[in-house]
Structure formats: structure tokens, C-alpha cells
């Protein structure tokens, strides 16, 4: 576990005692672990020593090519080295030993009911050890420009600040898509040729496949190619033999009770960037049923994976023109483009990703009907959306066009309908109405909401969603009134409409009060949390205070807390009910409620020059609101993009849930269902899927395929 000074609020620090975590809400006493180990017909168990004696806090990986997919569960050995694989498929499986300052084992074909002692290898010295460490602690080798670059004193864009450096080579631009500091990043392909620096390298590297131009735009365009030059340091180091400064501690505490699965599923060639297992308001809805991944823009073939048989189907997502084109390029994206910008190490000229759909986010309702944000049309908005209207929401805020639309599944029939929407959609979220208003992100400069309760009724997609533009209450009289346009003077008579910078980003409704509140600010403008009411159509808008600087996905908790992943290295939180002064008025315009404000610096080190910080570069953060996990209800767990898995913070102690195979992973959200309450830990767990745009540059190579992963907590390492 990450212990220590973790918490920061207005400049305090809290110590927490990582003894205090009673976490599984499934105690055990631990007998087994003071027993001699029994392994049962379906487990594979052991114990694990190297010549320094029993090795405690490694893996123990056990996989199979037996089943209907490739398959692989992966347990924790305890303080004695002694491990238990649960519930393993009949099959043959090739079980190995992975751990911190260990090299692989030789792998060992085992099979269910087996007693297999294991015997790990000490690394022989400190690059073989290297080579298994996250890929933060590679990636803060590289250097970051000093303050006295910026500001037209160097050779970055005046316009830019150091913190724009760090947001964007972080959780924004690079990281948002790829994990930087695996081997495949910190190293370049062969393919390439021979370079004179690693600044060409990387010039070229970044001009390759259906993202290259978007790459090169941002790296040559708006940063003068500055990044060029510190990524090439970088690689041209680590090719030199230069390795990470600080190590990454094994698995302690709580972090040795998980369990690990995993399935390959998608393709070689097509990434994911989302799964759904089950309603987050019901965790119960969908019980041992079918995962279901959101492939954005790299197909339309949507994977569904069966846990139960571990078997893998394809649905077909389809659109309602199916002559439109794919949604790669504008106007739909500009992030990757239908062509080939210059040839991939991996792929050559080959244009691999073709989607029309574009599913970015699936939720499940409380029926077990799947809500997706995808597309089902083109970009032109039909007329009722457009100025000369009578949708009530147009006459206020008419929408000409827009990117992705509303589509629903059935799992029971596998039929499939389309929702046309006036506004956009990213991540959907069901909020606790009786309604059950489906609300989005995504939607651009206004509010945009589904009453999916009168569309079941009625299948009238106009008259069941709405729409509102984000309003500040800067008047003060607590009613929407005649507002100003963004950039025009102040009316102290009027409220202030503002854009919410690039738009909400995530979105979280608010089970204590049904506000609906946003992430904004996440590509440009100020970001922050934004709250709304769907009562007076009036926003609030708070933003970030330092230390911290830019977000990306984030949740709200129980009690109405929101959580969110900072581009700084902090899980950060907002708390409305600290806020001491006016919540509306001339005042209340963003900066005005720093006090509500905590940070939580997450695990792993910082770069050189930034002390006391971490790389970590989340994507997204989810609440436990229902202790899926075994942590605890309402737990808020980041994605931990740089270290390999989650990390989870349990009364204010940062728990690292990581997957240590294949060495890569990375995920751009997690969801979690209780399968069953009454059969402890097993019936329970997070799900969450690979989603690296490149799912070739993790261990193992082209060929790799995505993986869906199931994370359950044991009451203690050899329960079974």
C-alpha cells in the first residue's frame, strides 16, 4: 500500500495508519494462512521460494490457450510465499513467477487440483530487474523543460505555461491515449531505420499510422516541436543503459488479497475503450452475465465476452445511413484520420480502424437494456434541433450540429435502436429519477439529457430529451433570467452564459440532491467541476485551486463528494458543502470555493525538479458507491495509467491494485457488479478492460489482443 503524506488541503497533511484498513467486508481469520495450504480439485497452489528463501509479494500467473479465449488468473503470494490460484476452468496452464526484483520463472504446466511449488529467480542485476517496473518509473527518466523555457524566454510558445506541458504530455494529449514508459514507448522500432538523434526518431515515430497527422499537428504546431527534443533525450538515455531512479515497492497489506482475471478479446488490430458490466445505480443488475466493450472509433464490432464460458462473440453495430463514411477525420474527429498519415512499424500502410458507430461509453439500466453513446447518423442536426423550431429547448439554444447520438440494446433479443439527439454524447450516466433521465457528457456547450421512461413509452426521441446552455446565477436572484453571450461585457441585471471550456467531459449525477455535475475544462479553458440543476436550469462552476492543474474523468460519491483524476498526479475531490462564501452572484464565478478542494497525490515518483509529486497521469476515476470491490462502500478507485492497474484510496490510504500481466496495461475507465451478496468475495469485483489505442505496443507484441479483467478482493491471500 502507498502510505503516508498523500492528503494535501490547504496546506495541511494527514497521516494515516495503514493498519486501519478493514477493508474485504468479507473477514476471515486468516486460517488457512496458518495452516499447511490445501489446495482443492479446482485451485493450483504452492509455495514460492528463490535462494534468498520464500518470496512474499510476487505473482503467481497462471494462463491457458484451453479455453474459448485466452485465459489468465493471477493471485499474490502471502508473507510466507505461499499462494492459491481459485476456480481455475479445467485446462492445462502454463504457471509462472513475477515480482519486483525477480525475472520471470521458467514456466511450469500445471493443471487444477495440483500442489506446485514454484521457485523464482533472482534478477541478476538491476536493467533485467528494471525491465518489469511500471512504466512511470521509466517514463520520469525523462526530463521536463524549467520553468525559465516558458513564457517567451525559451523556445516553447510564449503562450504556453509549464503546467500546460504537464497537463498535455500528460492525461491530456500523450497518456491520453497510449501509456508512456513500457518498452515499446521507450525504446524505437527497428522498422523506423537509422536515426542521427532520438529527436528524428520521434519526429518520425509520431507521424505514423491514422493519428500521425493529429500527432505531428500538435507536437510541431502547437508546441514549435519542443517535445521533440526532450522524448529523444529520453529514449537516446535509456538506449545508453540509463535506468529509473527509484523502485516500485511489492504488494503489501490489503494489495496481496486480490485476484486477477483475465480474457483476450477484440482483435489484434482494434482497441477498446470501455466495458460495461452492469447498472451503477444496481450493481446487481446483469448478475454473471455478458461484458460488453465500446470499440469508439477503431470498428463497429462490439466484443461481448461470457465470464461464465469464457467465449467471445461480436456484435455488429450499425447505423442508420450505412453510406455515411467513418467517423475519422472531420467533421467528426481529428484525433485520427481514414487514411494512413505515414507507415506504422507494426501495420504499414494498412488503414485498420473503420468505424461508422463510433461507441465511446455503454450503461446498463435497471431492466438490463444497454444505452450506448454512439452514432446514427452524420453530423447535421435534423430541423426540430435548429433556430425556427418549436422544441422548447431550441427556442432557447437552437444546435445546428453535432458528434454521436443515442442508440439502445436489447441483450435479451439483440435489437438494436436508434435515438437521434440534438446534442452530442460521450459518457452517459443514469441519474435517480423516477424517470430515469439518462444525462450525458460530451454535449458541448449546453446541458443534454434523455427522459428514456417517456422514449420506452412513446419512441418519440424529440419530445423525450432536452437541452439547456450553462448559465451563471450572476445576478444572484436564484432564477434563470436573460443572460450575456460568452465575451460580452457584465450586466449587473443579467446572468453570465459560459462555454465550460471544451465542455463536460464526465458526467455525475448526484444521488443526495439530483443535481448533475460535470468535468470540464479537460482540452481547453479553465477546468474544474460543474455542477447543474435540472429544477432552475441554473450551473455553478468551480475550478481547480493549486496545487493541482487540469482533470480528465471523474465520479461522485454517496454523500454527493466529487472525485476526479488531476493532470498534477492527485485524485482531487470537491466538497459544495465546504464552501464558505456566496454559491451565486457577481462573485461566483469559478474561483470562488478553493476551501472545497482536497488532493490526494498518487502512487509512484515524480520528474526530476518536482518534488514531493507523481507522474501518475490518470484517465478516469470511479466511486465504489456499493462496495463492489470488498473495499468498502464508496470508495473512489483511479485508473492508474502509469503504474499498471487502479489504485484505490481507502481511508486516506492509497491501495495499488495492479496488473502485472501483460506488462502495459492500461484502462480508460472500470465499472463494478455483485454478482451475487451472499457468497462473499466471490460474488463481487471490479471490470474493466485494456484500452491503449495500440494494444500491440503492451507485452507480447503485435498480435496482442485487449484484455477484459475481473479484480476481486480476498479476505486474505489463500482464501478460496
Known amino acids: 500500500m502507498q502510505g503516508g503524506d498523500n492528503e494535501i488541503s490547504n496546506g495541511a497533511s494527514a497521516r494515516v495508519d495503514p493498519c486501519r484498513l478493514h477493508c474485504t467486508g468479507d473477514e476471515g481469520n486468516y486460517s488457512r494462512a496458518q495452516n499447511a495450504l490445501n489446495v482443492g480439485p479446482n485451485e493450483i497452489g504452492g509455495t514460492v521460494t528463490s535462494a534468498k528463501g520464500p518470496e512474499a509479494g510476487v505473482w503467481v500467473i497462471a494462463e491457458t490457450n484451453e479455453t474459448p479465449t485466452k485465459f489468465a488468473r493471477i493471485v499474490v503470494t502471502d508473507d510466507q510465499g505461499r499462494y492459491l490460484i481459485p476456480d481455475l476452468p479445467t485446462a492445462n496452464y502454463s504457471v509462472w513467477v513475477r515480482g519486483y526484483g525477480l525475472v520471470d520463472s521458467p514456466k511450469l504446466r500445471g493443471k487444477p487440483g495440483m500442489h506446485l511449488d514454484l521457485t523464482a529467480v533472482i534478477a541478476p542485476n538491476e536493467a533485467a530487474a528494471a525491465h518489469y517496473y511500471p512504466a512511470i518509473y521509466w517514463y520520469t527518466i525523462m526530463k521536463i523543460p524549467p520553468a525559465s523555457e516558458f513564457g517567451g524566454k525559451g523556445e516553447t510558445p510564449a503562450n504556453l505555461t509549464q503546467s500546460d506541458w504537464m497537463r498535455q504530455m500528460n492525461s491530456v494529449d500523450c497518456i491520453g491515449c497510449h501509456q508512456l514508459g513500457q518498452e515499446s514507448t521507450r525504446t524505437i522500432p527497428a522498422e523506423f531505420g537509422k536515426f542521427n538523434s532520438g529527436e528524428g526518431a520521434w519526429i518520425r515515430r509520431t507521424q505514423s499510422g491514422q493519428t500521425g497527422a493529429f500527432m505531428t499537428n500538435r507536437l510541431a504546431g502547437q508546441w514549435a516541436g519542443v517535445p521533440y527534443k526532450y522524448f529523444g533525450d529520453w ?12 523502485k516500485p515497492p511489492r504488494p503489501t497489506g490489503v494489495e496481496r488479497n486480490i485476484v486477477i482475471t483475465s480474457w483476450e478479446w477484440s482483435t489484434e488490430k482494434h482497441y477498446l475503450h470501455d466495458l460495461i458490466s452492469s447498472d451503477r445505480r444496481n450493481p446487481t443488475v446483469n448478475a454473471y452475465g455478458p461484458l460488453f466493450g465500446s470499440p469508439e472509433y477503431s470498428t463497429d464490432s462490439m466484443p461481448i465476452l461470457d465470464p461464465k464460458t469464457n467465449n467471445v462473440t461480436f456484435f455488429k453495430l450499425p447505423v442508420r445511413d450505412p453510406n455515411m463514411p467513418p467517423t475519422l477525420g472531420p467533421p467528426f474527429h481529428i484525433s485520427a484520420m481514414p487514411t494512413v498519415n505515414a507507415p506504422s512499424a507494426y501495420w504499414g500502410d494498412e488503414v485498420i480502424w473503420d468505424s461508422k458507430a463510433d461507441n465511446h461509453n455503454a450503461m446498463f439500466d435497471k431492466e438490463g437494456r444497454l444505452w450506448l453513446a454512439a452514432n446514427v447518423r452524420g453530423p447535421d442536426n435534423p430541423d426540430f434541433c435548429k433556430k425556427g423550431s418549436d422544441h422548447p429547448s431550441a427556442k432557447v439554444f437552437p444546435i445546428d450540429k453535432h458528434q454521436r447520438q443515442v442508440a439502445m440494446l436489447d441483450p435479451k433479443t439483440m435489437k438494436y435502436t436508434f435515438i437521434d439527439t440534438c446534442f452530442g454524447t460521450h459518457h452517459p450516466q443514469f441519474g435517480y429519477d423516477a424517470d430515469n433521465t439518462l444525462w450525458f457528457s460530451g454535449t458541448g456547450p449546453v446541458a443534454g439529457w434523455l427522459n428514456t421512461k417517456s422514449f420506452l413509452e412513446t419512441g418519440d426521441a424529440a419530445k423525450s430529451q432536452s437541452w439547456a446552455p450553462w448559465v451563471l446565477d450572476t445576478n444572484g436572484n436564484g ?62 462552476v468551480y475550478y481547480i485551486p493549486k496545487p493541482g492543474f487540469g482533470i480528465r474523468g471523474g465520479d461522485i460519491d454517496a454523500d454527493g463528494v466529487l472525485w476526479g483524476s488531476g493532470s498534477s498526479g492527485h485524485l482531487m475531490s470537491f466538497d459544495r458543502r465546504k464552501c464558505k462564501g456566496p454559491l451565486n452572484g457577481p462573485t461566483a464565478t469559478g474561483n470562488h470555493c478553493p476551501e472545497g478542494w482536497t488532493f490526494y497525490k498518487y502512487p509512484g515518483p515524480g520528474f526530476d525538479g518536482f518534488p514531493d509529486t507523481s507522474a501518475e497521469a490518470s484517465y478516469y476515476t470511479w466511486v465504489d458507491q456499493h462496495n463492489t470491490l470488498g473495499l468498502g462502500a464508496n470508495v473512489p478507485i483511479s485508473t492508474a ?50 484500452g491503449d489505442r495500440t494494444p500491440w505496443l503492451m507485452e507480447g507484441g503485435k498480435g496482442s489482443r485487449p484484455r477484459a479483467v475481473h479484480i476481486q478482493m480476498r479476505p486474505d491471500p489463500l482464501a478460496n
Request: proline share 10%.
Open 479 to 540: 432564477r434563470l433570467d436573460d443572460f450575456t453571450e460568452p465575451g460580452q461585457p457584465a450586466d449587473a441585471n443579467k446572468d453570465v452564459r459560459i462555454t465550460a471550456g471544451s465542455g463536460p467531459y464526465s458526467v455525475m449525477p448526484n444521488p443526495k440532491d439530483g443535481s448533475i455535475w460535470y468535468g470540464i475544462g479537460t482540452f481547453a479553458g479553465p477546468p474544474g467541476f460543474l455542477r447543474f440543476d435540472p429544477k432552475t436550469k441554473l450551473s455553478e
Open 235 to 246: 529514449t537516446d538515455r535509456i538506449a545508453k543503459g540509463e535506468l529509473p531512479k527509484t
Open 641 to 690: 495509467n502509469l503504474n499498471d492497474g487502479f489504485v484505490a484510496l481507502k481511508d486516506g490510504t492509497m491501495v495499488m491494485l495492479r496488473i502485472p500481466y501483460p506488462m502495459g496495461f492500461y484502462a480508460k475507465g472500470l465499472d463494478g457488479r455483485i454478482d451475487d451478496p451472499n457468497t462473499g468475495w466471490k460474488g463481487r469485483g471490479l471490470w474493466s478492460t485494456s
